[in-house]
């Protein structure tokens, strides 16, 4: 499986961007999906993971009833749509494949200014 981001960049605080992701499998994508996110001098956190069926959704904390995960599973990708972002939001974002062994894309910036 490979999977490649695309998406983020900048924002002033309160506004939106999405960042999606892509996978190249030649498979079903049974398996868990979701983005994690690291900033400087932070350790990697989970964001938001969908299940393989896509109906069990865990979400941080701090991004509940701001940030939406979504996947489709005809194009083989996940989105997260994130809303009234804040400055502590900002991080490069990892899109996550829970594969045997683990899959993980590139990373993509996303900013928010205050």
């Known amino acids: 499986v490979q999977l490649v981001e695309s998406g983020g960049g900048l924002v002033q605080a309160g506004g939106s961007l999405n960042v999606s992701c892509v996978a190249f499998?030649?498979?079903?994508?049974?398996?868990?999906m979701g983005w994690y996110r690291q900033s400087p001098g932070k350790g990697r956190e989970a964001v938001a993971i969908s299940g393989w069926d896509g109906e069990r959704i865990i979400y941080l904390d701090s991004v509940k009833g701001r940030f939406t995960i979504s996947r489709d599973f005809t194009k083989k990708t996940v989105h997260l749509q994130m809303n009234s972002l804040k400055p502590e939001d900002t991080a490069t974002y990892y899109c996550?494949?829970?594969?045997?062994?683990?899959?993980w894309g590139q990373g993509i910036q996303v900013t928010v200014s205050a």
């Open positions: 499998d030649d498979g079903s994508m049974v398996y868990d």
């Open positions: 996550y494949a829970d594969t045997s062994p683990s899959t």
